[in-house]
């Protein structure tokens, strides 16, 4: 059985970070996360902590068994006091297709009911990208609008983007089992700060991930 969990990023966890994306397939991702520069990783991840500390976002690593294998977050959309926040995920190519970030897609849901006074969550997935669509159809999303041409990948290449929305309501999750303080991590995630996430490189780690 996969064992998924999630874990606070810091600025320690640069390098980590940079390994993490240099196994990524951007074809559906913005390519303005892609990080290759120590300093521009430290810069992303401080940036993280800022929108954990004073927007209520969430940032996670993504770890199967112990292995680090992607990155999930929930960014609260203008301001502080916006009810919608929104979902995105991506994970190293030797990781998809196993139910992985369906896994930590769904415990960020959680995570975010539980923590924040969200009334909905948005995931914005482009059309062709199937593998991700019925991801967040599994956790409970579902699709509300086709945003047509909206994403341009260069080359004259557009795609459509599929908006999908999961209310509170449809997770039986009420307001009021939330919300811890805002500027506060769990006694868990605290704990999992230190020490660095990961500190082998990626040559070193055994991508056999199918064996599971």
Request: charged share 30%; net charge negative; aromatic share 8%.
């Amino acid at each position: 059985m996969m064992n998924i969990t999630l874990k606070p990023w810091t600025t320690k966890d640069a390098n980590s970070y940079i390994e993490m994306m240099e196994h990524v397939d951007f074809t559906y991702e913005d390519e303005e996360l892609r990080c290759t520069d120590i300093s521009e990783a430290q810069r992303q991840l401080k940036r993280m902590q800022v929108g954990e500390d004073y927007n209520g976002d969430f940032y996670r690593a993504v770890f199967l068994d112990g292995r680090l294998v992607g990155h999930v977050q929930v960014v609260r959309q203008d301001g502080v006091r916006s009810g919608d926040g929104h979902v995105g995920c991506m994970l190293v190519s030797e990781a998809c297709h196993m139910g992985v970030g369906t896994e930590a897609v769904r415990q960020m849901v959680e995570t975010a009911f539980r923590r924040r006074s969200f009334d909905r969550l948005t995931a914005i997935v482009y059309h062709p990208n199937r593998a991700s669509a019925r991801m967040v159809e599994k956790v409970g999303f579902v699709l509300e609008a086709t945003l047509r041409r909206t994403v341009s990948k260069g080359d004259g290449v557009y795609y459509d983007a599929l908006v999908y929305g999961l209310l509170r309501e449809d997770t039986g999750i009420g307001t009021s089992e939330c919300c811890e303080p805002e500027d506060e991590l769990a006694p868990e995630e605290q704990a999992a700060i230190e020490p660095t996430l990961v500190t082998h490189r990626p040559d070193e780690w055994d991508w056999n991930l199918n064996q599971n």
